[in-house]
């Protein structure tokens, strides 16, 4: 075939690509919803790397994934993009869903097997007609800012398929060696993990001469002695004291009010938890090990009464760890960040909620905790939440299905938006333990506007947040949990916790159902029909959401 054969061939293949690629716009339209064909994503994905120049294509990452750059990088992520990404890389979100192409599931193996200096390459520099912007800034970024992301996105790898045969294989084989051999490796983690409550709720006074908060001898309620406590628990809002006889514990009938330092009676009365007209109106015959000891340790034995180790230790989360601490891989230890996002909240909702068993009795005994499970397995299988009937204020529900006392975290999360859209207990916070309240990753407001800041897709649909809270910038009013995170759940006396709902509760719902609205409950002198009648004036408000 000559030369001029050769370019006619040439240039007729050109024309019919151009006449296909034509005719399929016109039939579907120029639009960023369409769905790009696989022909597309190929061709894009080997032009795109190809473009990549070979001596960046093969840089190293010059950084070591350490607890405290992955933490950095998670922040960066987070800032700058979780909004397409979302906060666990998959790009389900309203963004991500709805850009051509679409964004890039960070787990997926195309994305996975690009080098570093790929990865690198992309964040700093963008890819042309698509949504992805270059982030190198000369003024706004360090040199290491986008190598801390390469980091974050290689950590977000999901279990090949080997490691999940050899995670299936650990669950059957390993037994449980307590937190302090996850010591060694796992030294800073470590060390947070033992400043937090959870390391601490239970705690032995004769190992902790200063665990017991108050001075005993100032109780009027009931007299006991340090010699009576074998074990106290709490230390946050409330400290109770349980004393051994035989191989169970017993509450005794007094518990410290932390907040306002004061002895209060402890006796779960008639019509609260499910569970209590299953035992005799006494403390002292009502055992520990079915209503609270499940929770508040690792492992414990319904036969032998005993225990791996008292407190939320490594294991309650992360399984079993006797292989993994013999030969440490990521598939022979379980990791709640590798689980889909039902599995990973049932990490923490399995103590963070009010519920019962699926089968009640068990073995004779009425236990208040999810008997038989452990992280890895599905929590439903063993646990129900409590129900509720709309319209009625119970022991553990408002009238609109809010949490209305403590250990209500789960229920109310699970109803939640965030919940439906894959975020974390661990997205907000850390149990490892940090610095700020609660353990939260950061302050509050911070964690809130990452994900929701000003004329965010996720709202506040307002340029700034005084338009939105119609209060000063960082006074009470303007904090995102004030309105969305109300301290309404009782866990003692007049004290507090918050809702995880995340629905702001309108000062009607207080005429309607009873239940505190956070306008009144800070404007003490105030109404709810006050409160209803100023948001009917706030101009970005709908009238049909504040009723």
């Known amino acids: 075939m000559n030369h001029w054969k050769k370019l006619s061939l040439f240039a007729t293949v050109v024309l019919v690509s151009v006449a296909v690629v034509a005719v399929l716009l016109t039939r579907r339209g120029f639009k960023a919803t369409s769905e790009p064909p696989k022909f597309e994503k190929v061709l894009a994905r080997m032009v795109r790397n190809y473009a990549i120049p070979s001596s960046q294509r093969n840089e190293k990452n010059p950084l070591q994934a350490t607890p405290e750059i992955l933490k950095d990088a998670r922040e960066r992520f987070i800032a700058r993009c979780s ?19 679409r964004v890039p599931d960070f787990l997926s193996d195309q994305t996975q097997r690009l080098t570093d200096g790929e990865l690198h390459y992309i964040i700093e520099n963008g890819v042309q007609l698509t949504g992805m912007p270059a982030w190198v800034s000369p003024h706004q970024e360090t040199e290491d800012d986008s190598w801390k992301l390469v980091l974050f996105i290689r950590n977000l790898r999901p279990l090949t398929a080997g490691e999940k045969s050899e995670e299936a294989r650990t669950q059957n084989s390993a037994h449980y060696v307590g937190s302090q051999s996850c010591q060694k490796c796992h030294a800073g983690i470590y060390e947070h993990w ?6 601490k709720v239970v705690r032995d006074p004769r190992e902790h001469p200063d665990a017991i908060i ?30 051994k006889r035989g191989d169970d514990y017993f509450p005794e009938p007094a518990q410290w009010d932390v907040t306002h330092h004061v002895w209060r009676p402890y006796f779960v009365a ?4 499910w569970w209590e007209p299953y035992y005799p109106p006494d403390n002292m015959q009502r055992p520990t090990g079915p209503t609270c000891d499940g929770c ?18 490594c294991e309650k989360c992360h399984g079993p760890g006797s292989e993994h601490v013999g030969h440490p891989t990521r598939g022979n230890i379980l990791n709640p960040a590798h689980m889909d996002y039902v599995a990973a909240n049932d990490t923490c909702i399995q103590c963070h909620s009010q519920g ?30 409590e129900d509720h009937t709309l319209g009625v204020t119970s022991f553990t529900h408002f009238p609109e299905d809010t949490g209305h006392k403590n250990r209500m975290q789960g229920n109310d999360f699970v109803q939640s938006v965030m919940y439906r859209r894959g975020v974390t207990c661990f997205s907000c916070h850390d149990a490892h333990g940090t610095d700020n309240y609660s353990q939260l990753r950061e302050p509050a407001d911070k964690i ?16 700034t947040l005084e338009e939105h809270t119609h209060h000063k910038d960082g006074s009470a009013g303007s904090q995102c949990i004030a309105c969305h995170m109300p301290q309404i759940e009782t866990t003692i006396a007049d004290v507090k916790v918050h809702a995880h709902t995340f629905r702001f509760v309108t000062p009607e719902m207080t005429g309607k159902y009873g239940i505190p609205n956070p306008c009144i409950s800070c404007h003490t002198d105030k109404s709810a029909v006050w409160a209803t009648e100023a948001l009917r004036h706030w101009p970005e408000r709908s009238p049909w959401r504040v009723q």
């Open 83 to 101: 909004i397409c990404h979302g906060s666990d890389g998959r790009g389900l979100t309203q963004v991500g869903q709805n850009l051509y192409p």
């Open 270 to 273: 008639k019509g609260t938890d």
């Open 448 to 463: 809130c506007l990452d994900c929701h800041g000003p004329l965010s897709p996720n709202g506040p649909r307002t340029a």
């Open 194 to 199: 033992q400043k937090t409550p959870m390391a």
């Open 214 to 243: 108050p001075n005993l001898a100032t109780d009027p309620i009931a007299k006991f002695t340090k010699d009576d406590v074998a074990l106290v628990y709490g230390s946050v809002w409330k400290q109770r004291y349980f004393t």
């Open 296 to 313: 508040h340790s690792v492992d414990y034995d319904l036969h032998t009464k005993k225990v791996a180790e008292w407190n939320v230790g």
């Open 356 to 385: 019962r068993p699926l089968t009640i009795p068990i073995e004779g005994k009425y236990y208040d905790w999810p008997v038989g499970y452990r992280v890895g397995l599905r929590l439903q299988d063993f646990w129900k939440l």
